[in-house]
């Protein structure tokens, strides 16, 4: 069934890896969308009326008028996201179960390990204010295990 998108999903983005998985999505589906930037770097995830849609003040989240029954809905969480968009305009996101479980496969392994690894990876290496080698290391082998990478040995 194709899902008509009359009124734009509200974006509030701000131009990062996790910001851009949601926008790569609505460009993919076509569907009208609005981009409303949230400069993380001014503090404005924290602004009552964005913590409303995201209570833990982190972008991107969504905002469908055209939600379940028509009412609005609200998602936070960029997996969330690619999950309610995949499934409402029925893109991307196989019905096929075992189809479906291999794609939540890559996204749970992407949400749950690749994504935070290397976000800790990065603020280790770059703005943590002390060089702590453990950390930097630890984080390091983990991005480069899930990059099937060559461990090095213990
Ligand atoms: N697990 C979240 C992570 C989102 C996230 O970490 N967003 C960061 C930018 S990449 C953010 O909004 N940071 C604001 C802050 O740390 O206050 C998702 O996948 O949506």
Do not use: C
Not at 21 to 35: N, T, W
Not at 45 to 54: G, H, R, V
Not at 134 to 147: K, M, S, T
């Amino acid at each position: 069934m194709t899902v008509h998108q009359t009124a734009p999903i509200d974006l509030y983005f701000w131009p990062t890896p996790n910001g851009w998985k949601a926008s790569i999505m609505l460009e993919e589906l076509e569907v009208p969308y609005r981009l409303n930037l949230v400069n993380i770097g001014k503090g404005e995830q924290f602004a009552p009326d964005f913590l409303a849609i995201s209570p833990n003040n982190r972008m991107p989240a969504i905002l469908d008028p055209e939600g379940p029954d028509g009412d609005p809905i609200s998602v936070f969480e960029s997996g969330a996201i690619l999950q309610y968009l995949g499934r409402k305009f029925g893109k991307f996101y196989p019905q096929d179960e075992r189809r479906r479980v291999e794609v939540e496969e890559w996204l749970m392994w992407q949400m749950g390990g690749f994504g935070p690894m290397l976000g800790q990876s990065h603020h280790f290496r770059q703005y943590a204010p002390e060089k702590v080698p453990y950390a930097i290391e630890r984080y390091d082998n983990e991005v480069q295990r899930r990059l099937w990478r060559p461990q090095p040995q213990a």
